[in-house]
């Protein structure tokens, strides 16, 4: 008898349910005696001893279902070493309920900071496996991650809309796309959207936005459309200090980077400048024919490294291939876009401003 337990940690996105049909598929083809208990709300479940056994059943029909069939939270890593209000010892909390259900195995979809807890575990002696989740598409070791294609789908929608509105009334429009400190949504997006891109990993001008602005207007082009990272930072808050910046920004009057780029382009141009927010809408709804599939098969290798009793990986993608990736090698590394790298260049070509 196996008996293997499933957490979706972090926020959600298109694909957990994917993800999980994938593997609990696999693991019932291929292992007669197998039971599978769904932790519920991520690690919040586990800390706290919630969790229920799942039937076959449960995982049909959620192929093309958002969300997670067994809920998720934020459980920040860096206070998981902090008892709780009550003094109950977070880890230790994890380890007992582990061992009191008697799992073989944990298997754990989550981001960044669901993988640092995720190898904490592992160190601590449970067996764990892990997928890549989030829209990001920032997680070390893996070329994609689920729900990445699907939030850039809906992301390049949002530009789509916005191009007749924008052309309709001669406007600078500006799109903030989700991606927390990396940019790879926004420049997926912003390319997807024949947008001009600001980015975290790029440092922008502001002058060289607005030099960028007034060349489409001298060429006739009535409007233009700025994709916009969250986490976009200009040239002046990049050389900053964590202290300095995380004091600058507390000051700041706009709500977002989005409305301060779209005041000072104004005040520069004299143009008129809207701003959409796109937000939570990215990670809803049902996950895209690509992500789907992807989900199944990171879903499938899974399973496999379960039944071949290999633990401690995460499942990644790598150049068309489907990899273990040691859970060492992946926790508390973020993977960004690449200034130097070929996308951005032949973006450049294609004559897209960065605002470097």
Not at 133 to 148: A, R
Not at 238 to 243: E, F, G, Q, Y
Not at 256 to 272: A, L
Request: hydrophobic share 35%; proline share 4%.
């Amino acid at each position: 008898m196996k008996r293997i337990g499933f957490l979706t940690s972090g926020g959600d996105c298109q694909s957990l349910n994917a993800t999980m049909r994938g593997v609990a598929k696999t693991l019932y083809e291929n292992c007669p005696d197998v039971e599978i208990y769904g932790v519920l709300e991520g690690y919040k479940g586990l800390i706290y001893g919630n969790y229920r056994k799942m039937e076959p059943k449960d995982f049909s029909g959620i192929l093309t279902e958002g969300g997670t069939i067994i809920g998720t939270s934020r459980q920040p890593f860096k206070k998981m070493r902090t008892p709780d209000e009550n003094g109950l010892d977070k880890v230790e909390a994890m380890k007992s309920n582990y061992k009191k259900w008697k799992l073989d195995c944990l298997v754990i979809l989550g981001g960044n900071g669901t993988h640092k807890t995720a190898n904490l575990l592992h160190e601590e002696g449970c067996n764990v496996v892990t997928l890549p989740k989030t829209i990001d598409n920032d997680i070390w070791g893996t070329d994609i991650t689920f729900g990445f294609q699907s939030a850039v789908n809906i992301a390049t929608n949002a530009i789509d809309c916005i191009h007749t509105t924008a052309a309709s009334h001669s406007r600078v429009f500006i799109v903030e796309v989700m991606g927390h400190k990396v940019g790879w949504l926004t420049l997926h997006a912003g390319i997807a959207g024949g947008a001009d891109i600001l980015l975290p990993e790029i440092p922008y001008d502001i002058n060289s936005v607005v030099e960028a602005l007034d060349k489409r207007t001298k060429e006739g082009k009535k409007f233009s459309i700025l994709a916009v990272a969250e986490g976009a930072i200009s040239k002046e808050d990049a050389v900053l200090s964590k202290k300095e910046l995380k004091a600058k920004r507390k000051a700041n009057p706009y709500p977002s980077i989005s409305y301060q780029i779209g005041k000072e382009i104004e005040e520069k141009t004299g143009q008129e400048v809207r701003i959409t927010v796109p937000g939570h809408m990215q990670r809803g709804g049902e996950p895209c024919p690509y992500d789907r599939v992807i989900s199944s098969r990171l879903g499938a290798a899974a399973a496999r490294l379960i039944i071949k009793e290999k633990y401690g990986y995460m499942v990644g993608f790598k150049n068309g291939e489907i990899v273990p990736v040691p859970l060492a090698e992946v926790a508390g590394k973020l993977k960004m876009v690449d200034p130097d790298s070929s996308i951005i260049k032949e973006a450049k070509g294609l004559g897209i401003c960065f605002g470097d």
